[in-house]
Each structure stands twice: as structure tokens, then as C-alpha cells.
């Protein structure tokens, strides 16, 4: 069965700071994506990032950063020099390949709730 | 505004009542899905549409719940005889069928079974 495991419920840091964000997956597929969510406090869940499993590569988009280990079944996100906009919870999902009439949906981890004090 | 939207964004019921919700996603997006959030969680998978079928459904999705996308647009989730555990956020999404799955999703509609 596909899972998704985000161990930090609640992280907390000072404006500045850097900050990891863990994700485990588990999953039988040799197929498979994985992707970053934020939900503001506005509720809406926002596309971060997605990623294949046949690419390892580390992939940085300005402050974001992401780290896919598939040896470890982790793809980790670390914001840089954090900001109070970043203050929002974090979702970490699992899909499998998609074939015509098949995949596709969505397994989420429970969530990183980040708050970034100034 | 072209992105997915959901109507109404909150709704207050009784218990036993049926409810019904809108979603409308993206025009050139042949996929829809269904997710359900409660508090604290992540959200979870109830089922999806390509174009109109219904190609897949959980178990979370009892039998008091259908949905539909009957023209291949926009798609409704009903719940009939609710109760109070079906108060959380159902959020839509929908994609394009390709090798990639990116789903985009919209505001949600907060469901409040009193």
C-alpha cells in the first residue's frame, strides 16, 4: 500500500532561519511521483513541486530547495532564510503512474503545520 | 478567473439533511477528484472522473455519497442523511490526463453537520 509519513506536526522558527521539512513515502510502484502542497491559512492547497522517481536530481527554486533520496524513500524540502509568508502547513503527496484508465490520485502525509515568527 | 472553483464555500446543515456541492474545474482538464479534509489531516481521496466516467472510488465513500460529472465538466458530490462526521472540507481538483498528474485544486466547500 502507498503512505506518506510527515513526523513533524509543528515546526517553529524565527524569520531567517533555515527549515527541513521531512517526508518518508512508501510504495510498491517502480512508477511513481511525488509532489510538495502548501496550504496558507486562506485554506487553499498550492502546487510546489513535482517530481518522478527516475529523477534523483535536487531541484532549487529561490529560497525552496528539494531533496529526493530514493535509497532512503525521502524527498525532504528546506525553505532558506524562511519569511513570515512562508508561515503555512506543508503537504507532502504520492501518486502512482498514470495509465489511460488508471492512477492518478493523490495519498497525503498529514502535514507540516510551519509557523515563522519574526 | 480560470482556475478551479467550488460552490457554495460553506455550508451548514442539519443532521439528515442532503447536501449538495458544485465543482467546476478547469476547462481543458479532463480529470476531477474528489478529496475529503478534516482537521489536522491531509486530505483524502474519495474518487475521480475522466471526463464523465467514474473511473475510481474509496471506500471512505459510502453509499450515502454519489457523485457525477455528467457532461464531462463540472462535477457535484452529494451526501444524503448526513451526519456529523461528514463535517470537514471537500476540496476538488482536477488535470490533464498525462504522464504527469498536477493537480490543481480549489477553495473548498466547508461542511458543518450540526
Known amino acids: 500500500a502507498q503512505k506518506v509519513t510527515q513526523a513533524q506536526t509543528e515546526i517553529s522558527v524565527v524569520e531567517k532561519e533555515d527549515v527541513t521539512l521531512d517526508c518518508v513515502y512508501e510504495?510498491?510502484?517502480?512508477?511513481?511521483?511525488l509532489f510538495w502542497y502548501k496550504q496558507p491559512p486562506s485554506g487553499e492547497l498550492v502546487f510546489l513541486i513535482r517530481?518522478?522517481?527516475?529523477?534523483?536530481q535536487n531541484e532549487i527554486s529561490g529560497r525552496y530547495s528539494w531533496n529526493f533520496q530514493k535509497s532512503t524513500s525521502s524527498f525532504n524540502f528546506t525553505i532558506t532564510a524562511s519569511q513570515v509568508v512562508d508561515s503555512a502547513v506543508y503537504f507532502c503527496a504520492l501518486s502512482d503512474d498514470i495509465h489511460y484508465n488508471q492512477g492518478g490520485k493523490l495519498i497525503f502525509g498529514q502535514g507540516t503545520e510551519l509557523s515563522v515568527k519574526p | 478567473d480560470t482556475g478551479v472553483s467550488q460552490n457554495p464555500r460553506h455550508k451548514i446543515t442539519k443532521r439528515g439533511q442532503n447536501v449538495t456541492f458544485r465543482c467546476d474545474p478547469i476547462s481543458e482538464h479532463n480529470r476531477l477528484y474528489w478529496y475529503r479534509q478534516t482537521l489536522g489531516q491531509g486530505p483524502e481521496f474519495l474518487t475521480y472522473?475522466?471526463?464523465?466516467?467514474?473511473?475510481?472510488k474509496s471506500r471512505l465513500l459510502s453509499d450515502r455519497f454519489s457523485a457525477e460529472r455528467p457532461k464531462g465538466s463540472f462535477s457535484t458530490l452529494e451526501i444524503q442523511r448526513t451526519e456529523q462526521g461528514d463535517s470537514a472540507m471537500y476540496l476538488c481538483?482536477?488535470?490533464?490526463?498525462?504522464?504527469?498528474?498536477?493537480?490543481?485544486f480549489g477553495p473548498g466547500t466547508r461542511l458543518t453537520v450540526l
Open positions: 517530481r518522478n522517481s527516475f529523477d534523483e
Open positions: 510504495t510498491r510502484d517502480t512508477t511513481y511521483y
Open positions: 472522473f475522466q471526463n464523465e466516467a467514474q473511473l475510481e
Open positions: 481538483a482536477s488535470s490533464l490526463v498525462s504522464g504527469v498528474n498536477e493537480q490543481f
